[in-house]
């Protein structure tokens, strides 16, 4: 009888008596990044991130377990757009060993139904958010080690953010990481808005880093390593993870219209059309959450993954 892989929804806060030395400056948060390649036939179209993200049932057994990226990784095109989709199938990573990172297996999973339905679900409520939600039938990758994945519980950390709080970034820029061990680069910055208030009235709050293509689909975490705050303002030590969201895009300039004359006037100081504000998007974890509540298992198993192509 086939072994069934451990899912293993890793601990939020680091623990501080392990046996295996490797294994315990191992963050488990960089086995559960993963890039993320659009393929086209045989051809790669490009590059992002995606995550490993797991619901589980009452009694704490995971229930169904996710690969989380944004809408442009897995189309090529920003989300309610009327292209068609660049690539068929994608293709990503999963470790089966925390005290040998250089143990990794690819999985390559179809986009598509025979009829051209994706395979993937989004948010109901905000279908133009940029992040989808891949389901991974556990035959993808049963007896091939361990699994680590998020799961609701890093959401739900008693750790205050707040603008200025600092986070980090897990993904690949530009494709560039320790491929001998498929795992990412953290990149650090601050958060940049209210993360309680809804940026533009959407689930959205910005983050000031500066991060690049390859990154997009990163899962966005809060990371304290000595003292940090608590909800109610009380001060804690520990290293805490906490899952805020995931990143979508950079904000850039764009080119006014013509006879646009709003915003600062032209001048030295003024920046072009194309320069980055070192400005994240970075969707919201409960969005996350959410859609994964939405999600129907037998409905999706019978009507969506035995009619894939």
């Known amino acids: 009888m086939k072994s069934l892989l451990p899912v293993i929804v890793a601990a939020t806060l680091a623990v501080t008596a392990v046996a295996d030395a490797r294994q315990a400056a191992l963050d488990p948060m960089s086995l559960m990044t993963t890039p993320a390649l659009l393929i086209a036939g045989t051809r790669q179209v490009s590059q992002g991130t995606g995550f490993l993200f797991a619901t ?34 994608l293709q990503f990573y999963l470790h089966a060993s925390r005290e040998d990172p250089s143990n990794y297996f690819p999985v390559n999973i179809p986009l598509y139904t025979k009829t051209g339905e994706p395979i993937w679900i989004q948010s109901p409520q905000f279908p133009e958010a940029d992040v989808v939600m891949v389901p991974i039938v556990p035959s993808l990758y049963d007896g091939r080690g361990q699994l680590f994945v998020f799961s609701e519980s890093h959401t739900l950390i008693d750790m205050r953010m707040k603008p200025a709080s600092q986070a980090s970034l897990l993904g690949y820029p530009y494709g560039f990481f320790d491929t001998r061990n498929f795992l990412p ?54 290293t ?27 001048d030295a100081g003024s920046p072009s059309p194309g320069d980055s504000l070192q400005l994240g998007y970075v969707w919201k974890a409960q969005l996350i959450t959410d859609i994964a509540r939405t999600f129907n298992k037998e409905d999706w198993l019978e009507r969506i993954w035995k009619n894939r192509r």
């Open 240 to 266: 805490p993870r906490k899952l805020l969201g995931i990143f979508s895009a950079m904000r850039m300039v764009k080119p006014k219209a013509p006879g646009d004359l709003s915003g600062t006037p032209a």
């Open 185 to 238: 680069v953290w990149k650090t910055g601050h958060l940049a808005t209210e993360p309680s208030v809804d940026f533009q009235g959407q689930p959205v709050f910005l983050v000031d880093v500066s991060a690049f293509p390859g990154m997009s689909g990163a899962p966005v975490v809060g990371v304290s390593n000595g003292v940090y705050e608590s909800e109610s303002g009380a001060m804690m030590t520990g």
């Open 56 to 89: 589980t049932k009452a009694n704490g057994e995971v229930d169904m377990v996710f690969l989380v990226t944004n809408y442009h990784v897995v189309t090529g095109h920003e989300p309610m757009s009327q292209v068609r989709a660049s690539g068929d199938r």
